[in-house]
């Protein structure tokens, strides 16, 4: 089965060059604890959580609106295409102690794909097959 028949969240984006102080109102409105970092033509370069900007901005004395993106995200960004297998999602997650993975398509950022939707589609068809 391949991931673009699973149901995947709306990721949060925000572009290198954003300001942290921009890409913290954003996280804070969209209640989500991380945003993919995405180059200009929308393929993911990094995550950047709020923990991310607790440390490495904020404990440190630097200015939110004058750091970007780019200088505060983790990288790179462990991802699966949409028509990758749902199992090689899964094994990936799993290796990295993820609970959910960046999906592209054909390079582009597309969604997100969390654990348990990648573990319910599995079981289901390993049901179907059982009662092939």
């Given at each position: 089965?391949?991931?673009?028949?699973?149901?995947?969240?709306?990721?949060?984006?925000?572009?290198?060059d954003?300001?942290?102080?921009?890409?913290a109102?954003k996280?804070?409105?969209?209640?989500?604890?991380?945003?993919?970092?995405?180059?200009?033509?929308?393929?993911?370069?990094?995550?950047?959580?709020?923990?991310?900007?607790?440390?490495?901005?904020?404990?440190?004395?630097?200015?939110?609106?004058?750091?970007?993106?780019?200088?505060?995200?983790?990288?790179?960004?462990?991802?699966?295409?949409?028509?990758?297998?749902?199992?090689?999602?899964?094994?990936?997650?799993?290796?990295?102690?993820?609970?959910?993975?960046?999906?592209t398509?054909?390079?582009?950022?597309?969604?997100?794909?969390?654990m348990?939707?990648?573990?319910?589609f599995?079981?289901g068809?390993?049901?179907?097959?059982?009662?092939?």
């Amino acid at each position: 089965m391949q991931i673009k028949n699973c149901r995947m969240f709306e990721v949060l984006k925000v572009k290198e060059d954003e300001c942290v102080q921009v890409v913290a109102k954003k996280l804070r409105d969209s209640k989500v604890r991380h945003a993919y970092v995405i180059d200009d033509k929308g393929a993911p370069v990094g995550v950047i959580s709020v923990v991310d900007i607790s440390n490495r901005v904020v404990a440190e004395g630097k200015s939110p609106d004058k750091i970007c993106a780019k200088d505060v995200m983790s990288s790179p960004v462990e991802t699966k295409d949409v028509n990758d297998s749902v199992k090689d999602a899964y094994e990936l997650m799993v290796a990295n102690k993820r609970y959910s993975l960046a999906v592209t398509d054909k390079g582009i950022l597309y969604g997100i794909l969390p654990m348990n939707e990648a573990v319910s589609f599995m079981m289901g068809r390993e049901v179907k097959n059982e009662q092939s």
